[in-house]
């Protein structure tokens, strides 16, 4: 450290801290974990860039840490066994093709890592240029400011001393480098003693600052929370405590639905299967306008370990394949439910701390399996095992069904399935009427409503999200007046449009599929998925006659992946995503009139316009972030056009073989030494300035790349091959100018 000086140093701390107000939300935010890592790799980026490593070591460490932690996180096989690389390299492969299809929620964890790892390399690798290349750093610090507060205002995360850490830490930076400006700038050698006068007197600054900041008074906020305000929700009130966060996560009360809620990436399960499921805990069967609540008519059915479920979603015609999956409970999770695919059929093995576990109950109606223990209470199992079968459907199987008949399902079922509270605004079943009009069957008519919800002006939100008011219905609040929310609102959405034009459907809760952890260790065949509060979950269940209950998925962003086939059906339809298109005659182009081309582009022109607006009017705020990072990065572009734009001449030039183009390349290379800093005087003639520049770049190309000019100029002709001759002394003179 004797070789070192101490400045530089804390500037690569201050830098490091800056860095880390970036990491630290991450956790709270989102379900990433072992945060440590990533911290400890940008500290050693770090203190390599600091110690000034070479690169080729610098590279080879920092390739060496990030492959052995992904190999210690998400592969089972030792580190230099090479199956373990092969399969990361293939997954790599896999993973950039579907980030180039912008498919981002299909990427792996281990790709995600990845791809975090090289985004801290290149923050480190700015922070290194920012500090002791450009010595500024106001953007990266105000950028800071912007994020924290941006993510103190619309999510749970706190910033309160994360500001004023920031706010330390970027005065510190600055003022750092503005001395080393100041020094560099006037030619002052460095000394020690003014170095650590200014240091102590920006110190001191700072930190009378700083405490000013906190002991002086503050004004309350205006808004309690400002979204809903923004947007100018007419159902927000200030003093409304139905708005008041709550928590996602699996709850038992359904009967007011509503409001926002806040993320919760705490782990409840741990699932060992074949692949990704959709969870189900229970289904509700009575809308009553606010929410969904159960059917009174239940009965509570008892059966044992190994015994067949009394679940049968659908019928004994539908194809199906076996599989198994294992369920780990986390310590602390309360609820003594039993998580369970649609298609169950026993319950292997439970275990359980408190003893019994091997009888279970079922509530019929809601279809809710609770662990019951030794005493015939609930209880919270530790592990269990369960059988269940993964339903291949038949699309034309599907669309057998087109109306309601008493001969193959129950009156009675029918009608409690189709059930609607009187209240229900007549303008949900006339959209129901008019996203259905065109489909003959119940399968395509579910199908066209959950297509539906795919439109550009329904938007997923869990912040902004408002409880329906006292006249309100929960459904028709949606689909005509907010048309934002999340998986409640569509799920309840579609099941209550559906139920409107006579088709039986209920409402499912449990979890999705949850993300993928970890390749078994007991089963090479088998995924570990962690499911957390956040992967708690609502969607539709249809009842179709002949096959029973198919679920629907008709929240954005979701799949439920049911196989459905479709190349075995003989009917096309509108509303079926998955069908075979059909070829419609086209008009002879001949028999059209001027006027009915003019029109038609004129209506084309209209609904592109009409996209247009609903498009700036949904999604203004990302429209909004598109241009001011578009702006941002045509800012930086234009900030060091000098250090690209060069180059772009240079490729520009290359394959050029005429000799005429000295012409054109003697006045663009004019342009760069002007901006360069080399300028020309307004008396100074070719010959003299063409000398200036070679005593500034101690060459004498420039004076023979003049003569040549002063040739094509003056006598309008050169000597054959005169471009190709002087085509590098052009060149070199370019790359003189890159800065």
Request: with cysteine.
């Amino acid at each position: 450290m004797r070789n070192r000086e101490l400045s530089p140093l804390l500037l690569y701390v201050f830098g490091f801290f800056l860095i880390w107000e970036w990491i630290r939300p991450i956790d709270q935010l989102t379900d990433t974990s072992h945060i440590w890592i990533f911290i400890l790799f940008l500290l050693l980026s770090i203190l390599m860039s600091f110690f000034r490593v070479k690169w080729i070591f610098s590279i080879l460490i920092k390739v060496f840490y990030i492959l052995f932690f992904i190999n210690r996180l998400y592969y089972q096989e030792g580190f230099f066994y090479i199956g373990w690389l092969t399969a990361f390299l293939a997954n790599l492969k896999n993973n950039t093709v579907l980030l180039f299809s912008r498919n981002w929620n299909d990427l792996s964890n281990d790709f995600r890592s990845f791809l975090f790892f090289i985004l801290l390399w290149l923050m480190v690798y700015l922070l290194h240029y920012w500090l002791l290349k450009r010595q500024r750093i106001f953007i990266f610090f105000f950028l800071t400011l912007i994020y924290i507060t941006v993510l103190d205002t619309f999510t749970h995360y706190s910033a309160k001393a994360a500001i004023v850490r920031t706010v330390v830490t970027g005065f510190a930076v600055m003022g750092m480098l503005t001395i080393y400006r100041m020094i560099g700038k006037e030619k002052v050698p460095k000394q020690h003693a003014a170095l650590r006068k200014w240091m102590v007197l920006l110190s001191g600054m700072i930190t009378l600052s700083v405490l000013i900041g906190i002991a002086a008074p503050k004004a309350a906020p205006i808004w309690p929370d400002p979204v809903p305000y923004l947007k100018g929700d007419k159902k927000y009130h200030a003093d409304d405590n139905s708005m008041g966060f709550q928590t996602i996560g699996y709850g038992t009360n359904d009967d007011h639905l509503g409001g926002p809620f806040m993320g919760d990436n705490k782990t409840v399960f741990q699932i060992e299967a074949k692949g990704k499921n959709y969870w189900k805990v229970e289904t509700k069967d009575m809308y009553t306008g606010k929410g969904w609540v159960l059917s009174p008519e239940s009965e509570t059915i008892h059966f044992k370990v190994g015994d067949i479920v009394p679940v049968f979603p659908f019928s004994k015609n539908v194809q199906t394949d076996k599989e198994t999956a294992r369920v780990f409970p986390v310590e602390g999770y309360r609820f003594p439910h039993i998580i369970y695919p649609a298609g169950i059929r026993k319950i292997m093995s439970v275990h359980s701390n408190l003893g019994g576990g091997d009888t279970f109950s079922l509530d019929n109606k809601m279809e809710r399996i609770l662990v019951l223990g030794s005493n015939k209470q609930p209880i919270v199992p530790n592990l269990y095992t369960i059988e269940f079968d993964i339903p291949k459907y038949q699309a034309k199987d599907l669309r057998q069904t087109k109306k309601f008949d008493a001969k193959v399902m129950e009156p009675a079922m029918y009608k409690k399935y189709t059930q609607l509270p009187e209240e229900l605004p007549q303008r949900v079943t006339d959209l129901a009427k008019k996203i259905t009009s065109k489909e003959k069957n119940w399968f395509d008519k579910a199908k066209a409503v959950e297509n539906y919800f795919s439109r550009m002006e329904y938007t997923y939100e869990q912040k902004d999200v408002p409880m329906p008011g006292m006249n309100d219905d929960y459904v028709d609040q949606f689909l005509f007046e907010t048309k934002r929310g999340y998986c409640n609102n569509f799920s309840s959405s579609m099941a209550v449009l559906l139920r409107t034009v006579g088709i039986p459907t209920r409402w499912v809760k449990g979890y999705n599929g949850g993300e993928f952890l970890q390749y078994s260790k007991t089963d090479p065949s088998k995924l570990i998925y962690e499911i957390t509060n956040n992967n708690a979950h609502s969607w539709v269940e249809v009842y179709f006659p002949n096959q029973g209950w198919v679920p629907f998925e008709p929240t954005k962003g979701f799949s439920n992946d049911v196989a459905i086939n479709y190349l075995d059906g003989t009917t096309t339809s509108s509303g079926t995503a998955a069908a075979v298109p059909v070829m419609k005659p086209v008009k002879n182009p001949d028999m059209e009139t001027k006027n009915a081309k003019g029109s038609g582009k004129s209506a084309d022109q209209k609904s592109m316009l009409k996209k247009i607006k609903v498009i700036f009017k949904n999604h203004w705020k990302l429209v909004g972030l598109v241009l001011f990072v578009a702006l941002g990065v045509a800012g930086i572009l234009y900030r060091f056009r000098g250090k690209w734009y060069p180059y772009l001449l240079l490729i520009r030039f290359r394959f050029r073989k005429k000799d005429e183009n000295i012409g054109s390349a003697y006045l663009i290379l004019l342009k760069q030494l002007n901006r360069y800093g080399v300028t020309r005087k307004e008396d100074q003639t070719l010959r003299n300035y063409a000398r200036y520049v070679d005593a500034f770049f101690s060459t004498e190309e420039m004076t023979y790349f003049t003569s040549r000019y002063e040739q094509y100029l003056y006598h309008n002709q050169l000597p054959e091959g005169s471009w190709k001759e002087t085509r590098k002394l052009w060149e070199n003179l370019i790359k003189k100018t890159i800065a």
